[in-house]
T-cell receptor, first 109, second 114 residues
Framework: GENVEQHPSTLSVQEGDSAVIKCTYSDSASNYFPWYKQELGKGPQLIIDIRSNVGEKKDQRIAVTLNKTAKHFSLHITETQPEDSAVYFCAASDDKIIFGKGTRLHILP | KAGVTQTPRYLIKTRGQQVTLSCSPISGHRSVSWYQQTPGQGLQFLFEYFSETQRNKGNFPGRFSGRQFSNSRSEMNVSTLELGDSALYLC???WGQGVGDTQYFGPGTRLTVL
């Protein structure tokens, strides 16, 4: 069935360094790829998304890249800050949406 | 503009009971989707409603049902609760139909089944 694999499950980076989270998906019909950030006690918050007709999108310190041929997409956070500590989820959707299992990002002081 | 609201925020039930959760979308949004979040299975899509019609459904048993009202508010019902139904239930709203539209999540309802 449809599946989204997300790696790593946990990531620790020094404040100021970059963080990269990678996802692969199985359904070639997927055409929308959002990334969500979830803080403790809150619902997921959309931080960036990309559609299948675009290879890269950037919003300040956050960027997402998409390789449709290889069916993988990645989240890049540059100049990480303490407030970036959270759980990040990728997702792939067509009619239905499938989420990755999440990456817990720790920003070390 | 107010965000997505969910009530109640916390709920404790016992096995065999049923429960109804409520979601009020962002004003003007016509689509509401429901998700179940557990440590083991992660975030899983339950169903989506648009203009009072269920547009899509995930792989959950028939004990999970929902509806949407004319004001776009939505309710989700779980009958004959099982221990495994303990989870955070999230709803998300979007302006257009389809989970491919930008979704905004509520804070969730934490359901504990004893």
């Amino acid at each position: 069935g449809e599946n989204v694999e997300q790696h790593p499950s946990t990531l620790s980076v020094q404040e100021g360094d970059s963080a990269v989270i990678k996802c692969t998906y199985s359904d070639s019909a997927s055409n929308y790829f959002p990334w969500y950030k979830q803080e403790l006690g809150k619902g997921p918050q959309l931080i960036i998304d990309i559609r299948s007709n675009v290879g890269e999108k950037k919003d300040q310190r956050i960027a997402v890249t998409l390789n449709k041929t290889a069916k993988h997409f990645s989240l890049h956070i540059t100049e990480t800050q303490p407030e970036d500590s959270a759980v990040y989820f990728c997702a792939a959707s067509d009619d239905k949406i499938i989420f990755g299992k999440g990456t817990r990002l720790h920003i070390l002081p | 503009k107010a965000g997505v609201t969910q009530t109640p925020r916390y709920l404790i039930k016992t096995r065999g009971q049923q429960v109804t959760l409520s979601c009020s979308p962002i004003s003007g949004h016509r689509s509401v989707s429901w998700y179940q979040q557990t440590p083991g299975q992660g975030l899983q899509f339950l169903f989506e409603y648009f203009s009072e019609t269920q547009r899509n459904k995930g792989n959950f048993p028939g004990r999970f049902s929902g509806r949407q009202f004319s004001n776009s508010r939505s309710e989700m019902n779980v009958s004959t609760l099982e221990l495994g139904d303990s989870a955070l239930y999230l709803c998300a709203s979007s302006w257009g139909q389809g989970v491919g539209d930008t979704q905004y999540f509520g804070p969730g309802t934490r359901l504990t089944v004893l």
